[in-house]
Antibody, heavy 124, light 111 residues
Framework: EVQLVESGGGLVQPGRSLRLSCAASGFTFDDYAMHWVRQAPGKGLEWVSG????????GYADSVKGRFTISRDNAKNSLYLQMNSLRAEDTALYYCAKAWDSSSFLRYHGMDVWGQGTTVTVSS | QSVLTQPPSVSAAPGQKVTISCSGSSSNIGNNYVSWYQQLPGTAPKLLIY???KRPSGIPDRFSGSKSGTSATLGITGLQTGDEADYYC????????????FGGGTKVTVL
């Protein structure tokens, strides 16, 4: 079964850090680009970051550029999001998602597999 | 404010058809593929349409996608109560802040 399972979310104070993980199974992880997408409570989807299959290309939304770092370990079938200098507006459900039919996140065709999400709450 | 513009809500009776528009610009929809997602309450988004008008395996042909210029449309025919959900369009944006962009979402209500 093709599956993505996120972990690492929680309650964190403003200015602190958190590292999210996403464990992939059921497909050849290193064949595909991966993304992080977030959804604030009651709001729509917001793309956060993407990474190509060999980590050569990465990209970030302006709202997180310079604070968040995406990475992957193909040997462990895992995707990560290091989040530093967290702000209240980063509070959201964070999904990892597999790129449809693409090894490069720069070639967007859609995202065909999504995890269940992990919740990040930034509050003092 | 989302880069892509969708109507906040649409509604129709069971068995009817609804269409959801997604308006963008030449830096996004005009020169890139559009995808559509369905998000049922309390669940993760699900890919309905990719590459403007293609359906992944398992998606019924009641769902269709089209693109013209800088706009895209999702159509749902034979509306069912199980189709009540939020629907999002998404595409790549080639602007200075290159990345994936989504519409604000459209709530479909089955009357």
């Amino acid at each position: 079964e093709v599956q993505l399972v996120e972990s690492g979310g929680g309650l964190v104070q403003p200015g602190r850090s958190l590292r999210l993980s996403c464990a992939a199974s059921g497909f050849t992880f290193d064949d595909y680009a991966m993304h992080w997408v977030r959804q604030a409570p009651g709001k729509g989807l917001e793309w956060v970051s993407g990474i190509s299959w060999k980590s050569g290309d990465t990209g970030y939304a302006d709202s997180v550029k310079g604070r968040f770092t995406i990475s992957r370990d193909n040997a462990k079938n895992s995707l990560y999001l290091q989040m530093n200098s967290l702000r209240a507006e980063d509070t959201a459900l964070y999904y990892c998602a597999k790129a449809w039919d693409s090894s490069s996140f720069l070639r967007y065709h859609g995202m065909d597999v999504w995890g269940q999400g992990t919740t990040v709450t930034v509050s003092s | 404010q989302s880069v892509l513009t969708q109507p906040p809500s649409v509604s129709a009776a069971p068995g009817q058809k609804v269409t959801i528009s997604c308006s963008g610009s030449s830096s996004n929809i005009g020169n890139n593929y559009v995808s559509w997602y369905q998000q049922l309450p309390g669940t993760a988004p699900k890919l309905l349409i990719y590459d403007n008008n293609k359906r992944p395996s398992g998606i019924p042909d009641r769902f269709s996608g089209s693109k013209s210029g800088t706009s895209a449309t999702l159509g749902i025919t034979g509306l069912q109560t199980g189709d009540e959900a939020d629907y999002y369009c998404g595409t790549w944006d080639n602007s200075l802040s290159a990345g994936v962009v989504f519409g604000g979402g459209t709530k479909v209500t089955v009357l």
